[in-house]
């Protein structure tokens, strides 16, 4: 079996609102500065929105195409590090609509997942602008089952639940979580991360738009809820190594999917 050990880094960036080409260029940036650490990433993770931010009602013209060129620069810069890119989130436009969406790509370039917000966050009207997603995704890490989901969905412990139960040790969440929400963000990634036994790793935006102020705190929690690695509230990458096999031997401790009692959990009318 391939090791699970995973050097990880988080690229909490700032973003300029509605200039994608100016973005990419930034994330390129950030990128190639964290490989140069000691020990070089395996997994590199970017922020929800990073191409545009929440420009929502500018989205027309400067949102990705569907499988566009932003895709194919992520899925290069992954085969050229030979490193796993989660790709945070991008707005993207196809016939349907505008989506919130993310990319993962594997060290050899191949796409790992897509996968579109499901549930939308109307307190920054996101669901006047964008359509949501209809499905969860899972995708491999190595031997390993992963997971990804995107901010708002980390309120939704029924989504956590669901993807742990498929087999996910290790849960990816690109956000634009704004203040003043600092306690709700970090209390919710790692009840999420103690109660399904599994890693959390969260990569949240810093700066400003014209409407939120981000306060980054990219966090990586492991399947105790022990907080390995957190950022502040600049623009800078969060480093950790984890091990996946941990959230096999948490589980083996506290056997809390063996207790579950789902028939009693349904609501009786």
Known sequence: MASQQYHISLLQMDIRLADPQYNQQRAGEWIAEAMKAEPKPDVIVLPEMWNTGYALDRLDGIAEPE?????????ETAAH?????????ISEQR??????????YAPDGSQLTRYDKIHLFKLMDEEKFMQPGEQTTLFPLGDVTAAASICYDIRFPELARTLALAGAKVWFVPAEWPNPRLHHWRTLLTARAIENQMYVIACNRVGRDEKSEFFG????????????AEGGEEEGIISAT????L???VRGRIPVFADRRPE???HQD
């Open 67 to 75: 499988n566009g060129p932003i895709c194919d620069w992520l899925s």
């Open 81 to 89: 590090y030979g490193i796993t890119i989660v790709g945070g989130s």
């Open 95 to 104: 016939s349907s609509g505008f989506y919130n969406t993310l990319y993962a």
């Open 217 to 228: 705190h990219s966090m990586i929690i492991d399947p105790w809820g022990e907080v390995i």
């Open 242 to 245: 984890i091990d996946l096999e």
């Open 247 to 249: 959230s096999e031997d």
């Open 264 to 266: 009693l959990y349904k």
